[in-house]
């Protein structure tokens, strides 16, 4: 609301249109990763691979099929749901963080005030992957645990 006389040069959201934007968000990027998981494991099982010398996984149709013959469809999905939640916990962390900080935190006096609001928008982004780095590491070692490679069984796993 730009009131009588009174003009603001950028008008800060809401909480409610950040959570608006934010379950919107959610959504397309849930879609994403669970679309592109089956890519995320070939990709993760064809670099560990490198670790026994071994060579399962040669290309893209020997891997879906590989994978399918020796684990069904759900071996496809191994370590999605912990990447899911990492994702989802970063995103929210994020946007919540960059909304308290762009608008609690950042005086709105200062000139460069869009370059700040990105500045802050990449440190809580950056802050927030660092909280949920467990979440990655967890479906990575999810996806090629067990997988009939070197890398995926003790000691190496």
């Known amino acids: 609301d730009l009131g009588s006389g009174n003009s ?16 919107r968000e959610m959504m397309a990027r849930s879609a994403a990763t669970l679309i592109t998981h089956p890519f995320h494991v070939i990709t993760l099982r064809s670099m560990v691979q490198f670790i026994g010398r071994e060579s399962k996984y040669c290309g893209l149709y020997d891997s879906i099929v590989t994978i399918y013959r020796e684990e069904g469809i759900l071996g496809f999905f191994a370590g999605l749901i912990p990447r899911l939640l990492g994702d989802i916990i970063s995103l929210w ?7 308290l900080v762009n608008t609690y935190a950042l005086d709105s006096g200062v000139s460069t005030m869009s370059e700040m609001k ?18 990655v590491l967890v479906s990575n070692l999810m996806a090629v645990n067990n997988c009939g490679l070197a890398g995926g069984c003790p000691p190496y796993s």
Not at 118 to 135: C, I, N, R
């Open 8 to 23: 603001q040069k950028e008008v800060t959201p809401s909480f409610d249109q950040v959570i608006k934007e934010t379950t």
């Open 93 to 99: 962390l994020c946007n919540s963080l960059a909304y």
């Open 118 to 135: 990105s500045y802050s928008q990449a440190v809580t982004g950056f802050f927030a992957s660092m909280l949920t780095y467990p979440f």
